[in-house]
């Protein structure tokens, strides 16, 4: 059965952008909410929106035309056309209350980009985990190969200083996000699916309807079929979708994929692997750490070499610039020698990447402590994957749980951090586990313990990227005397 939206009408035509009129975004300043902003205000529509609370996305939106307010008030509908907004933007919401009673045109945030895509050949980066890293490295990749791709990115590309831009050439990179369904609206040329895990079952109910979405998304995609051989989700989605005939490449270390990995070896932080493609050895580097960092690079090269056509040599070269996307293993400073690293990881997947991924720098520097502080992301999240969560976290030496960081979602009653805490405590080997702790406290507990060689982690959805900044601080003045 096709992915279906209770709230949206994900099987209607997209309209064209230039019907759009004066657009309302509600919301406008989250990652995928201003990314569609930019690209409107770059395609000269007249663009306004609202938000919770302000912060520095509102003000870039600003600074580039938007009219944009802190509040949300259905007077900020005067001479609006079309309104957009996301799954996580409730229906009593009294500016999308008002624009469904006007009768104005209501499009899902989905649904407002794929109309930006216009004639463009589209490549649609989706999957469980890495799809805003992918995307990021198939965005600087495809520059490097002069393709001046137009994208749309879940986070910030690093080394490009926005998350959305309008490129002169005919690509155009859009990060496809599973989490309500919407995913299928984009029918791009080329599409990429890194791994098919279990997550948002708050929307999907179950993890056999999270695949077969990965399905009906396989379905729209045009050309080629981009997909992981490792990960058994994805490989099962590549066997199905070649039995349909559909065109499909993959990428993995496993006997048999498209893209073969052979060996990998650390270079610093980042690392340098063999690959084979079509028949020919090449060496894929990376200055980004981890095995997840070499998968999304592989699919990466994948899309726009076989996808778009563009030169490998050019795209490696890309690949091996590539200096990260924000908030995916973003190192936001060193005191002390004591390494700050912030990641957005909150399924359980993600986190085990991340995790790992800096047990593996200490590891091979032969020095150094792993320090977690993680936030768990939505209630049901938290209840579904507390016991791989608790997995994910083994390695760390020292794990700091916040509360439970709730989001779209109102409490449930015995849903808490220690639902994590309980099997981390009891699993193998020895750490220190904190549970509860207010965001000041877990400062405190962290500057306190952090010693020379240690690398700290801010891990999750929520607003736990904010302590980094805070430690950095606390550090400065640990080592000044203060």
């Known amino acids: 059965m096709p992915v279906t939206n209770p709230r ?24 995928g909410m201003s990314a569609v902003a930019r690209l409107l205000l770059a395609r000269g529509v007249v663009v306004s929106g609202s938000d919770a609370a302000d912060s520095p996305a509102l003000e870039a939106l600003r600074a580039a035309g938007a009219r944009v307010a802190v509040g949300h008030d ?22 999308l209350a008002a624009a469904r009673s006007a009768g104005l045109r209501v499009l899902h945030r989905s649904q407002a980009l794929a109309a930006l895509l216009g004639r463009s050949r589209a490549v649609a980066v989706a999957g469980t985990n890495g ?16 393709a001046d791709p137009s994208f749309a990115c879940g986070g910030e590309v690093a080394q490009l ?4 831009a309008l490129g002169t050439g005919d690509a155009f990179v859009v990060e496809a996000d599973e989490s309500d369904g919407s995913f299928v609206v984009y029918r791009p040329a080329v599409g990429v699916v890194t791994t098919v895990q279990p997550d948002h079952l708050d929307f999907y109910g179950t993890p056999q309807a999270v695949t077969a979405a990965f399905g009906d998304f396989a379905a729209t995609v045009a050309d080629l079929l981009v ?11 590549a066997r199905s979708e070649r039995a349909r005939g559909r065109r499909v490449l993959t990428f993995g270390a ?38 997840h960092n070499v998968a999304n690079a592989s699919a990466a090269l994948l899309a726009a070499v076989d996808g778009l056509g563009a030169e490998r040599g050019a795209v490696l070269r890309g690949l091996a610039g590539f200096t990260g996307a924000r908030r995916r293993f973003e190192v936001r400073g060193v005191v002390g020698d004591v390494t700050v690293v912030d990641d957005y990881a909150h399924n359980p997947a993600k986190v085990a990447a991340v995790v790992s991924t800096a047990a593996g720098v200490l590891e091979r520097a032969g020095r150094g402590r792993l320090l977690v502080v993680f936030q768990p992301h939505l209630y049901s999240r ?15 030496d020292h794990v700091v749980l916040l509360d439970v960081y709730g989001a779209r979602e109102a409490p449930e009653p015995g849903v808490t951090s220690a639902l994590v805490a309980d099997p981390l405590v009891r699993a193998p080997g020895q750490r220190r586990v904190e549970v509860g702790v207010s965001r000041e406290r877990a400062v405190s507990l962290v500057t306190e313990e952090a010693a020379p060689g240690d690398l700290v982690l801010t891990v999750g959805a929520g607003d736990v990227t904010a302590l980094g900044p805070l430690l950095l601080q606390r550090l400065a003045a640990r080592e000044a005397g203060g």
């Open 8 to 31: 949206f009408d994900l099987a209607a035509p997209v309209p064209a952008w230039e019907s759009l009129g004066a657009v309302h975004l509600v919301a406008i300043g989250g990652a």
């Open 74 to 95: 259905p007077a900020h509908l005067a001479g609006v056309d079309t309104v957009v907004v996301s799954s996580a933007v409730r229906e009593d919401n009294p500016e």
């Open 131 to 146: 799809k805003t890293t992918t995307t990021a490295m198939l965005v600087v990749a495809l520059a490097e190969a002069g």
């Open 161 to 164: 200083g926005t998350n959305a």
């Open 227 to 237: 997909v992981s051989a490792d990960d058994p989700g994805a490989a099962a989605l």
């Open 254 to 291: 496993s006997a048999g994929a498209d893209l073969r990995l052979l060996a990998t070896t650390a270079e610093g932080l980042g690392t340098r692997t063999t690959v084979v493609h079509h028949g020919s050895r090449v060496e894929l580097v990376l200055a980004v750490p981890g095995a």
């Open 382 to 396: 938290t209840r579904d994957f507390a016991e791989q969560f608790a997995a994910a976290l083994e390695p760390a």
